[in-house]
């Protein structure tokens, strides 16, 4: 079963909008991991979170952590036309190498 | 540096038919990974490799089969082609658990 769930499943938003979505799991993670696709192509990393960080900033993106409550979030600032794809999160459990997605989050951003 | 391949791009196969995924990496990377993508969710794991002589089974095994040929390439074998296997396949590599590279992908229909 997945252990990811992402929120909203679907978001349409302006260019130069921000765009913040969500990402709830269910067990203990050892690292927490967004990936995104464009339409039609494999997914491509963005960024890693492990479980004793908190806040984790790569360019646009800014991802935030909270164990306690399991749950994650990904915040793209000033967002482009470049952004329009879907947006997975994946959890890591720390005895093994594999990783668990969810079904993800569609962004538009129109122009 | 190709990063991961795939092949074939796409494939078309009758009921019960058998065919084999491919899938290669320069990276040197330890672990490799299959999945497939169905419409509306997210990956689903099929078999890993977390090192060069080592498989498991995923979220999603049956009806298909590996082989960790090397350190660089992973295969996928259906050995009797269901409907239910349409999908798109993606193949993924990492090193020690961290973040996976994916290919391209691999459009398989079966009629």
């Known amino acids: 079963s997945q252990q990811g769930e992402e929120d909203p499943q679907a978001l349409s938003i302006q260019e130069g909008e921000n765009a913040t979505m969500n990402c709830s799991y269910k067990?203990?993670?050892?690292?927490l991991q967004w990936y995104r696709q464009n339409s039609g192509r494999g997914l491509v990393h963005l960024i890693l979170?492990?479980?004793?960080?908190r806040e984790k900033h790569s360019g646009r993106l800014r991802v935030t952590l909270d164990t306690s409550k399991k749950s994650s979030s990904l915040l793209i600032t000033a967002s482009r036309a470049a952004d329009t794809a879907s947006y997975f999160c994946?959890?890591?459990?720390?005895?093994?190498?594999?990783?668990?997605f969810g079904a993800g989050t569609t962004v538009t951003v129109r122009a | 540096n190709a990063g991961v391949t795939q092949t074939p791009k796409f494939q078309v196969l009758k009921t019960g038919q058998s065919m084999t995924l491919q899938c290669a990496q320069d990276?040197?990377?330890?672990?490799m990974y299959w999945y497939r993508q169905d419409p509306g969710m997210g990956l689903r794991l099929i078999y890993y490799?977390?090192?060069?002589?080592?498989?498991d089974k995923g979220e999603v095994p049956n009806g298909y089969n590996v082989s960790r040929l090397n350190k660089r390439e992973f295969s996928l074998r259906l050995e009797s082609a269901a409907p239910s296997q349409t999908s798109v396949y993606f193949c993924?590599?990492?090193?020690?658990?961290?973040?996976?590279?994916f290919g391209p992908g691999t459009r398989l229909t079966v009629l």
């Open positions: 490799s977390a090192s060069e002589g080592t498989t």
């Open positions: 067990t203990s993670i050892n690292n």
């Open positions: 993924a590599s990492s090193y020690r658990g961290n973040e996976q590279f």
């Open positions: 994946a959890t890591g459990l720390s005895n093994d190498y594999k990783l668990s």
């Open positions: 979170i492990r479980s004793n960080e």
């Open positions: 990276m040197n990377h330890n672990s």
